[in-house]
């Protein structure tokens, strides 16, 4: 499989970009912007966008997505619980200080447990509410690997301080959903460098509280 993270927009929010090299097919997660840095990524590898998951209906990764769309004609999943983010987008947009970008509701809903083909590879939708009502993690058991936006960082978790966001539904995702995965499960976060599962059940100060 191709993996390919891209750190985009101001927030420096990872896109990953995953591609069948035998099919071209791929699937993009959280555009939030640098849209043409992503295509010059799917050029690269001659990729043909199916769908485009977005983990949260925050700003720094929802961003890009409708723009990505209108290139590629790919549907957005987005857990449809966000939908109140999306239409306070011009607030969001107020915080960076930058002109809020186009947003649409999702084409399909990520609901916890839908089952999706990325890249060649099964993967399942797992709603890990907390930093954000609809908050999602994209697993892929098969290739031993997490994409779990903003509610796991190496070290941290999801603030919730922000709209939707509360901490004790965030401790539950984490202790109910992700800890139960195997320790050698790799975390791609939403910001910043990879993890494991194990690293952050041994270490992380958030997953050690009791």
Same mark, same amino acid.
């Given at each position: 499989?191709?993996?390919?993270?891209?750190?985009?927009?101001?927030?420096?929010?990872?896109?990953?970009?995953?591609?069948?090299?035998?099919?071209?097919?791929?699937?993009?997660?959280?555009?939030?912007?640098?849209?043409?840095?992503?295509?010059?990524?799917?050029?690269?590898?001659?990729?043909?966008?199916?769908?485009?998951?977005?983990?949260?209906? @925050?700003?720094? @990764?929802?961003?890009?997505?409708?723009?990505?769309?209108?290139?590629?004609? #790919?549907?957005?999943?987005?857990?449809?619980?966000?939908?109140?983010?999306?239409?306070?987008?011009?607030?969001?947009?107020?915080?960076?200080?930058?002109?809020?970008?186009?947003?649409?509701?999702?084409?399909?809903?990520?609901? +916890?447990?839908?089952?999706?083909?990325?890249?060649?590879?099964?993967?399942?939708?797992?709603?890990?509410?907390? @930093?954000?009502? &609809?908050?999602?993690?994209?697993?892929?058991?098969?290739?031993?690997?997490?994409? #779990? &936006?903003?509610?796991? $960082?190496?070290?941290?978790?999801?603030?919730?301080?922000? *709209? &939707?966001?509360? $901490?004790?539904?965030?401790?539950?995702?984490?202790?109910?959903?992700?800890?139960?995965?195997? +320790?050698?499960?790799?975390?791609? *976060?939403?910001?910043?460098?990879?993890?494991?599962?194990?690293?952050?059940?041994?270490?992380?100060? $958030?997953?050690?509280?009791?």
């Amino acid at each position: 499989m191709i993996h390919e993270i891209l750190a985009v927009g101001p927030l420096q929010c990872n896109c990953s970009i995953l591609g069948d090299p035998e099919t071209h097919t791929a699937t993009v997660v959280d555009p939030g912007d640098d849209i043409q840095s992503i295509l010059k990524i799917l050029n690269q590898h001659r990729l043909r966008v199916e769908q485009i998951v977005i983990t949260h209906a @925050h700003i720094d @990764h929802v961003g890009g997505a409708v723009r990505l769309k209108k290139i590629t004609g #790919a549907p957005i999943y987005m857990n449809q619980l966000d939908l109140p983010l999306l239409e306070m987008m011009d607030v969001q947009a107020g915080w960076l200080g930058i002109a809020p970008p186009e947003v649409q509701p999702p084409d399909v809903s990520a609901d +916890d447990g839908l089952k999706l083909t990325v890249a060649g590879a099964a993967a399942e939708i797992l709603h890990t509410p907390g @930093h954000t009502q &609809g908050s999602l993690c994209l697993h892929l058991p098969e290739q031993n690997l997490l994409l #779990a &936006g903003d509610t796991l $960082f190496a070290g941290s978790v999801g603030r919730t301080d922000l *709209p &939707g966001g509360d $901490f004790q539904t965030l401790l539950r995702s984490l202790h109910n959903c992700l800890l139960q995965l195997p +320790d050698t499960t790799r975390v791609i *976060p939403g910001h910043g460098h990879a993890t494991t599962i194990g690293q952050e059940r041994a270490s992380n100060p $958030f997953l050690l509280r009791k």
